[in-house]
Structure formats: C-alpha cells, structure tokens
C-alpha cells in the first residue's frame, strides 16, 4: 500500500495506482475501458483566459487511441487574435498526466488539458502553456534550478441574505458559520479540485464580506501548494472552472474580479515561488533568505511593471493597486510585510518544537524542518492569463540572475516595516511604483519587451497581441472618473465582473 496513491482524491490516480505524472496512454485507456466513461473532453485555454472545451463519443477503443495519440484540429483563429483566419487551424494533443474525472458530467466522462501544435507537429510558439514551459527550460538550463510556484485564488460568492447572523463588515477573515455563509460550497469546490489533481494548501474566508441590496457578498480563498509551475498553472485554470460550474449548479454569482466596489477589499491572484535543487529548496541557507531568492526577487521587482501586462490585464486590476488597501503600489519587498510588492512570508524555520509545546506526549516524534520557504508576488489578480503570468515571473526570474548588481539592487529596494508608516517617507519617495492603468502597463511592458522575448521564450506575435488588447481598454484617466464618481465606479465594475 503505497499511502501517498491511497490518499489521493484524483479517481484515476487511485485506480491506476501510479501517480498522475506517469500517466501512459495505455492506462488512460485502461480507466476508460474498465470504469466505462462513455466521453472524452480535451480542455485548453484561449486569449479571454478561460477553458474551453471539445467533447468526443468514444465509438470504439481505436477512436480512442486514436484521439489520445493524434488529438485533433480546431480553428485557432476563434481562439487567439493573433492567429489569421486563412491559416487557422492548429491541433490540440492531451496531456495525460492532468486527466480527471468531471465532476460535474452526467455521462462519465475523463477531462484531460490539451496543448496546441502547429501544422507542421510543432508545439505552438505563442501558446502561453508552451510559453510557460518554454520560460522553466531556461530557468533551469541557465541557473540549474526548478521553478516552483503556487496561487492564492481569492474570489467572491454573491447570494440573497438571509438576515441571520449578519457578518461583521470587513471583517471576515477565517471567519466560521454561521457568520460566514458559504463555506460549505467552498469546502465543496475544494474537493472537486482536489480530485481533479489539484494539490490544494488550505481554504478560508478572507477579509471582504458586506451586504448590498438584499444580498450577502462574502470573500474567500483557496490557497494551493507548490509544485513545478507548469503544474501550478494548470491547476489556477481548473479550479476557477470547478468554481463556476458549482455556483451556477448552486445558484450563486461567483466573481473574480479585482474590485468590486469602492472601500471594499479586492481579489488578488497572489503567487508564491520557491527555487528548488532536485528535492532541496534554496530559499534559505544558514537560516537566511539566500542568495539565489534575492537574485530571484530582484529580476522580478525589476520587471514588475511589465509583470503586470500579464497579471493585470482590466482596468479594475488598478483600482485594486492603491495604498492602505493590502495591495501593493510600491516596488519593494519586505519580510512578513503585506504593504510590500513582493512579500517573504514565515517558512518554519526556527529551531523550536512547536508541535511539542502544544502536544507535549509528542516529545519523541520529532519530524525534520519543513522546506516551506516562498517568496510572494502580490500585484497579479485573476484577469492574468496565469501561464503568461507565471512565465513573466520565471522569465524575470531568471533575469536576476543575470544581473551583475542583483544583490544590491534587493538590498536597495528591501523595507523593514510598512512602506506608508511615517517613518519611511524617505524611502517612499526612492521607490519606483506601478503602473496605474492597462495603458501604463502595455508602455511597461513594450520598453522590456527584449527580456521577455530573450531565448525565444515569448513570441513577438504575443508580446503585440497583449500591447494591442491593454491599450484597447482606453483607461490611462479611467480610475480617477472612476474616483470621482460611485456610478461611473460600479459600471466598469459590472464591464469586467467575469474577467478572467
């Protein structure tokens, strides 16, 4: 028995006892065949960043191998912009390491995600999941580390109020029914993430929670754990799909939108990395953030501006990205500090038992130091395409490391303490800040582009397509309207409430 399969709520991991990632198309088959699914669904993102999705009726176990191995061909002209209509048809190929069993089908049926090819079999260069691998290659190839990442899916659940037990405004974080109201719906998605290969951390109810014509909005987060980023991004795009599909069943509005409303707190799509030397994490050495994290997190505050093209693609995104409001304005980062752009949260990595001097029978099952350091980018929310934007982090990464004055330059731009205390006015003043609008972002990004195109990894055809579409929001003036008037406010707010 080996407990790790045993454990694990994916249905094809279990019965196939063998993890996900040694998937072979012969043991898709073999669940197919003996759980007798009667449809197969490949699933892959477009340009809005949403999945999308193309069903087949397995007629025979040769059509079967036959989709598994050659996949098929869609049209990528109605995918993605930059492809011409008069050459438009791409194929899509499964990956069968994220098979899973919809949880939501009425006919059994295996989902599995799918990456694009190019007529000539290639993998398509402006794919952003060929992107994202692209990015990890050469991190890994020039620093001989594995990037590893996770995300903090914040969103919001919307439902009539029923008038009791009214939630404190504001005030929601971890908050337990009967105050908050939906977590069991949470406690649900959760596990039908979980068994669609999702490796989830913890859920919660977050800080925003208020009530507004008659109806309770109320804020909550999955966070997941790390693994290989590839693996990170596909899991983000499952889980707000799961999380869609069980609000409509549920007859919930779920939203992901950056901002909402005025005063009220905003959803990030928060991403935590770690660097990893086969099963080692380097973040830290000798008890201190290492040299390696800070090469890191200097080449992203360098190119967080531009970061924010692919992490922050509406114009809502910047009415999140304002002072006193946990989102981050400044380009700085700090220890434990959530007013900074890039934040070192606590890793365990103090000498003390805890577990003991909580449980004291436990004084002889002493377990060795979790390797749980991460550092967290705090600027992104879920209107980011998350295989751009964990591949602009890993790109910006790995630019760190080929800056010869990395180390200073993180030591330059560290804060100890909240960046708008008073007594960092000075040091306020030395910070470059974000940009303020898609417009400001698409200039940001089109003056690095050379560093995210460098090796290949983003296509000129993709950098173009995200300048096109940011400068098409037309916002550079759009928060200060928005500022100035509550309903000007709300109808943006309501333009991009299924952003992402």
């Known amino acids: 028995m080996n407990p790790s399969i045993e454990l694990c709520p994916n249905k094809v991991v279990q019965y196939l006892q063998k993890p996900a990632k040694d998937f072979r198309r012969a043991d898709i088959i073999r669940f197919v065949v003996e759980n007798d699914i009667k449809m ?18 397995i007629n025979s176990e040769e059509y079967l191998e036959s989709i598994l191995t050659f996949g098929e061909r869609v049209d990528g002209s109605s995918l993605f912009p930059f492809i011409e209509a008069g050459n438009s048809d791409l194929y899509v190929i499964p990956r069968y390491r994220t098979a899973f069993v919809d949880p939501f089908a009425e ?38 580390l594995e990037f590893h990442a996770m995300g903090e899916l914040e969103y919001y659940v919307i439902a009539p109020d029923n008038g009791l037990f009214p939630a404190t405004d504001q005030r929601g974080y971890h908050e337990s029914a009967p105050y908050a109201k939906h977590n069991d719906f949470r406690q649900k998605c959760m596990e039908y993430i979980a068994q669609a290969g999702g490796q989830i951390k913890y859920g919660h109810n977050e800080v925003g929670n208020f009530t507004l014509d008659g109806k309770v909005y109320e804020q909550n987060e999955i966070e997941f754990l790390p693994v290989p980023a590839t693996e990170a991004a596909d899991q983000l795009m499952v889980a707000k799909w799961i999380i869609r599909n069980l609000a409509a069943i549920m007859g919930f509005d779920v939203t992901f939108a950056p901002k909402i409303t005025t005063g009220k707190a905003g959803s990030g799509l928060h991403i935590h990395f770690k660097l990893m030397n086969g099963d080692q994490n380097v973040m830290t050495a000798e008890g201190r953030l290492s040299d390696e994290a800070r090469k890191a997190i200097a080449g992203i505050l360098e190119m967080s501006p531009a970061i924010t093209a692919f992490g922050n693609k509406v114009p809502t995104s910047y009415f999140r990205l304002v002072p006193h409001q946990e989102a981050p304005t400044n380009i700085c980062w700090g220890d434990r500090n959530r007013s900074v752009l890039v934040r070192v949260p606590l890793g365990w990595t103090g000498k003390a038992d805890m577990c003991m001097q909580a449980n004291p029978l436990e004084a002889d099952s002493i377990l060795p130091q979790p390797q749980k350091q991460t550092a967290e980018l705090r600027s992104a929310d879920c209107s980011a395409d998350v295989y751009q934007l964990i591949a602009g982090m890993v790109v910006a990464a790995r630019h760190g ?100």
């Open 40 to 57: 197969i669904n490949f699933m892959y993102p477009a340009a809005d960043n949403r999945l999308k999705t193309l069903n087949f009726v």
């Open 107 to 144: 006919v059994p049926t295996l989902t599995m995600l799918a990456s694009f090819f190019n007529k000539d079999g290639e993998p398509l260069e402006s794919s952003p999941e060929y992107t994202l691998r692209k990015a990890c290659d050469e991190f890994k190839r020039v620093t001989g």
């Open 401 to 500: 490391f080929e800056m010869p004055d990395a180390l200073k330059k993180a030591e330059e731009m560290y804060v100890a303490v909240n960046i708008h205390n008073d007594e960092n006015k000075q040091k306020l003043a030395s910070l470059k800040t974000l940009p303020d609008s898609c417009v400001a972002s698409a200039d940001a990004l089109e003056a690095n582009r050379a560093v995210f195109e460098k090796a290949g990894i983003f296509s000129p055809q993709m950098i173009d397509g995200i300048l096109t579409a940011l400068r098409n929001q037309n916002d550079a003036n759009m928060r200060d309207e928005a500022n100035a008037s509550q309903e000007k406010m709300l109808e943006i707010v309501r333009r991009f409430w299924h952003c992402g």
